[in-house]
C-alpha cells in the first residue's frame, strides 16, 4: 500500500488528471447497468423531450432514456477497447519479443508477418470484414480491431529489445547461467515496461476511435448500446436537424473525455518512465523560480535577488523562506 | 602569477527529497595564470562537482547555494573589474565556455560522438567560438592534431578507429580550439594504462608551456599530482582539506587524510615501508555533523576535534596550538583545515595504521 502511495505521488500533475478521468468512467461502466433508471432499449410515450427531472439526458425519437443508453454505452465501450488494448499488447509483447531476443529465422519470418500486417489498409479491411462476420455481440469487432491492432506495437517492442539485449547487463546474465525464459521475464521485460504500458493506452485509444467510428457508419451491432450506436442513431434519425443536442452531446463528451483521460495518462506514464524528466520534474522549481534542464546551474542569491518585490513581500511568509534561513538548509 | 579563477567560498547542494546533499561546502580555491592546480580526493568528495558548479555546467537538482566565482581572463575583463560567473545569463556564459574556459570530459570514449568524423567534431568546437573562414578552420583542427601528437591524416577518422590515448588526446585538442585561459581536466587519464598516461601529461604540461594556460587537474591519484601539479588542493566529503604546493604537501603533509593518501601508494625511491590505507568510508554528505568530517576515520581525534570550524590556516606548530592567522596568506601559501594535528606528528611512520 505504501509504495502504491508513493507511486501517486511521484505521479505527473497530467498522469493523476488521466487517472482520475479514466477512473471516473471505470466506475460508470461497472456500476452504470445497476444504477440505470430505464432499460436502455424500452421505448416511452415521451419522444424527443429536453433533460428533465424524470429523464437527466433526455429521450430518443423512440421515447427510450438517454442516461440509459449512454451507461450502457460506456460499459461496452471501455469493455471492447480493454479487451482489445489487452490482446493487442499480449501479442505485440510476444512477437516483438520473441523475434528480437530468438533471432535468425525466427526473427525473419515474424518480421516478416509483421510487415505484412502492417501494410494491409485498415479501413477498407474493418468494413469488407464486419460486414461479412455475423452481427452478434462486439466479439467480431473485438476480433478485427486485434487482427489490426498488433503490428505497431510489436515493431516497437521488436526494435527497443534488439536494444536492450545488447546491453552488458543481459550478458552478464546470461554468463551467471539464467535462463533464457528468466532473462526475457525478469531482465528484459521490466526495462520495457513504460514502453509496454504506453503501447497498452495507445491501443486502448485506438480501439475506441475505431469502434466508435465503425459504429457511427453503422458496420457494427446497432441494436447493441455502445457509444458508437448511440451517435449512429442520434445521426440516422437527424438529431442534429430536430435540435435535439441532449441525444448526442453525452455520448459525444464520454468519447472525447475518455480519449483525453487516455491521452494524459500515456504522456505521464512517458514521464515517468524516463528518469531524466522525473529527476529534474521534483526540482524544476527552486526559490519559486522554473528552471529548465539546459539552463546553467541556478545560483542561489540570484534566485532570491531576482524576485521582484512584490514576490519576496508574498515570498517571505513562506515556510520555505524559513528554512532557507536556517544554517542548516531546507529541504523542498 | 595572477589569479585568473577565483573560488571562493563556494557550496553546492544537490536537492533531494531527503533533504539537500551538500556536495561542495565553503571551498576557496584560486587558479593562477598559467599554474597546474591539482584537486584530488576520493570518489564523491566533490572535486568534479566543485569544477563544474564552478563553471555552472551542472544541471538541476544542483544549486549553488552560497559564494562566488570570479574570472580575471585578458580578453573578458579587458583590464577591469573581473567577470562574476555566477551571475552571467545564458549569453554570457556561451561566450565564456570554451572560448575562455576549456573542458577536458572525463571519458573521451563517451564525449567524442561515434558516427562523426574526428575532423567535424574540432570543426564544431572551433566554428562555435572563433571567426573562421572554412579553409581556416580545417588548417586549424589540422594543427590542433599536430599539436597533440596526431598525424594529420586521422582528422577522417571515426572515433572508434582511435586507440583511447588518441581520443584523449583529441579532446585535450578541442579543448585547446580556441585558445583558452583556463583548461579543465576531469580525470583526462582515468582509463588509460599508465604509460599512455605518462605520455599524456608530458604532453599537457608542454602545452601548457607554449600556450600558457592554466589548469585545474581532477584526479583521485594523488602521486600523479605530485608530478604534475605546481599547487595541489586536498578535498575530502566536499571540503577542502589542505592546500599548498605540491612539494611542501609532500614533504610534511599538515592534515592526516593527506598523510594516509600519502601512505596509500609505493614511492619508486627509499626504502621499503608497508602500504597504509585509510579505513572506512566517507560519511553521507546529507547529514554533515559539526568540526571535521574525516573524524570517523582518523586516528588523531580528539574531543575537540567537533569544533573545529574548517576554515584553511597555516599548520599549527605544536600540538593544540592556535594557528597563527595573523601571518600573510598568499595562494602559495601550505595551508591546513587540522588545527589538532601539527605536520612532524602527521609524518611519523605508521600512525594511521
Redesign the interface.
Given at each position: 500500500m505504501k509504495s502504491l502511495a508513493n507511486i501517486w505521488r511521484n505521479l505527473p500533475l497530467k498522469a493523476k488528471v488521466g487517472v482520475g478521468l479514466l477512473g471516473f468512467f471505470i466506475l460508470a461502466a461497472i456500476i452504470g447497468p445497476m444504477v440505470q433508471p430505464y432499460d436502455p432499449s424500452a421505448q416511452t410515450p415521451l419522444t424527443m423531450s429536453a433533460p428533465s427531472a424524470q429523464h437527466w439526458f433526455g429521450t430518443t425519437q423512440e421515447g427510450q432514456d438517454i442516461l440509459s443508453q449512454v451507461l450502457t454505452g460506456i460499459r461496452l465501450t471501455l469493455e471492447l477497447a480493454f479487451a482489445v488494448g489487452v490482446i493487442v499488447t499480449v501479442v505485440s509483447v510476444l512477437v516483438g519479443v520473441t523475434s528480437a531476443f530468438l533471432g535468425g529465422i525466427w526473427d525473419d519470418v515474424l518480421s516478416l508477418i509483421t510487415n505484412v500486417f502492417l501494410v494491409l489498409p485498415p479501413l477498407p479491411l474493418l468494413i469488407v470484414l464486419l460486414g461479412y462476420l455475423s452481427q452478434q455481440g462486439q466479439t467480431p469487432t473485438i476480433i478485427v480491431l486485434s487482427l489490426l491492432g498488433w503490428p505497431w506495437g510489436a515493431r516497437v517492442i521488436r526494435a527497443q529489445t534488439l536494444a536492450i539485449r545488447g546491453r552488458d547487463f543481459i550478458d552478464a546474465s546470461r554468463e551467471t547461467g539464467e535462463k533464457s525464459w528468466r532473462i526475457i521475464l525478469f531482465e528484459l521485460i521490466p526495462n520495457e515496461i513504460s514502453l509496454i504500458a504506453a503501447s497498452f493506452v495507445n491501443t486502448v485509444l485506438y480501439a475506441i476511435g475505431a469502434s466508435v467510428a465503425l459504429a457511427f457508419v453503422g458496420l457494427t451491432n446497432v441494436n447493441s448500446w455502445s457509444l458508437g450506436t448511440i451517435l449512429f442513431w442520434a445521426q440516422t434519425d437527424s438529431a442534429l436537424q430536430s435540435a435535439a443536442w441532449w441525444w448526442f452531446v453525452p455520448a459525444g463528451l464520454a468519447v472525447a473525455l475518455i480519449g483525453t483521460s487516455l491521452v494524459l495518462l500515456n504522456s505521464g506514464l512517458d514521464e515517468l518512465g524516463s528518469p531524466r524528466l522525473r529527476a529534474t520534474r521534483g526540482t524544476a522549481k527552486v526559490a519559486g523560480h522554473r528552471i529548465w534542464p539546459t539552463d546553467p546551474t541556478p545560483v542561489l542569491a540570484v534566485l532570491q535577488a531576482d524576485r521582484g518585490r512584490f514576490g519576496s513581500f508574498l515570498y517571505s511568509f513562506s515556510r520555505r523562506s524559513m528554512l532557507e534561513g536556517n544554517a542548516a538548509g531546507g529541504d523542498l | 602569477m595572477a589569479p585568473i579563477l577565483e573560488i571562493d567560498d563556494l557550496s553546492?547542494?544537490y536537492?533531494s527529497?531527503?533533504?539537500?546533499v551538500?556536495a561542495v561546502e565553503h571551498v576557496t580555491l584560486t587558479l593562477n595564470a598559467g599554474e597546474v592546480v591539482g584537486l584530488c580526493g576520493e570518489s564523491g568528495s566533490g572535486k568534479s562537482t566543485l569544477a563544474?558548479?564552478a563553471t555552472?555546467?551542472?544541471?538541476?537538482?544542483?544549486?549553488?547555494?552560497?559564494g562566488s566565482v570570479r574570472y580575471r581572463g585578458r580578453r573578458i575583463t579587458q583590464g577591469g573589474d573581473p567577470a562574476d560567473i555566477?551571475?552571467?545569463n545564458?549569453r554570457e556564459?556561451a561566450r565564456i565556455r570554451w572560448r575562455e574556459v576549456a573542458i577536458v570530459f572525463q571519458s573521451a570514449m563517451n564525449a567524442l560522438n561515434p558516427v562523426l568524423r574526428v575532423q567535424d567534431q574540432i570543426l564544431d568546437a572551433i566554428t562555435a567560438h572563433l571567426k573562421l573562414s572554412k579553409h581556416e578552420a580545417r588548417e586549424k583542427a589540422a594543427t590542433l592534431l599536430d599539436l597533440v601528437g596526431i598525424p594529420r591524416d586521422r582528422l577522417r577518422a571515426f572515433p572508434h578507429e582511435l586507440s583511447g590515448g588518441m581520443r584523449q588526446r583529441v579532446m585535450i585538442a578541442m579543448a585547446l580550439a580556441s585558445d583558452p585561459e583556463v583548461v579543465i581536466m576531469d580525470e583526462p587519464t582515468t582509463a588509460l594504462d599508465v604509460v599512455v598516461q605518462r605520455d599524456i601529461l608530458a604532453q599537457i604540461v608542454e602545452l601548457k608551456e607554449t600556450l600558457g594556460f592554466a589548469v585545474l587537474f581532477i584526479t583521485h591519484d594523488l602521486s600523479l599530482l605530485l608530478e604534475l601539479a605546481d599547487r595541489i588542493a586536498v578535498m575530502y566529503a566536499g571540503r577542502l582539506l589542505e592546500t599548498g604546493a605540491a612539494s611542501a604537501l609532500m614533504r610534511e603533509p599538515a592534515h592526516p587524510y593527506t598523510r594516509g593518501l600519502l601512505n596509500s601508494f609505493p614511492s619508486l625511491h627509499g626504502p621499503r615501508r608497508e602500504l597504509v590505507g585509510i579505513p572506512g568510508t566517507p560519511p553521507d554528505l546529507r547529514d554533515t555533523l559539526p568540526g571535521c568530517p574525516f573524524i570517523p576515520r582518523c586516528s588523531f581525534a580528539i574531543p575537540a576535534c567537533t569544533e573545529v570550524d574548517m576554515s584553511l590556516a597555516p599548520p599549527a606548530a605544536t600540538p593544540g596550538a592556535e594557528p597563527d592567522r595573523t601571518g600573510p596568506i598568499t595562494t602559495g601559501s601550505h595551508l591546513t583545515a587540522c588545527p589538532i594535528v601539527t605536520p612532524e606528528e602527521a609524518s611519523q611512520e605508521g600512525v594511521l595504521s
Open positions: - | 553546492v547542494a536537492r527529497e531527503g533533504g539537500d551538500h563544474y558548479g555552472r555546467l551542472l544541471r538541476p537538482p544542483a544549486l549553488i547555494t552560497g555566477l551571475t552571467m545564458h556564459l
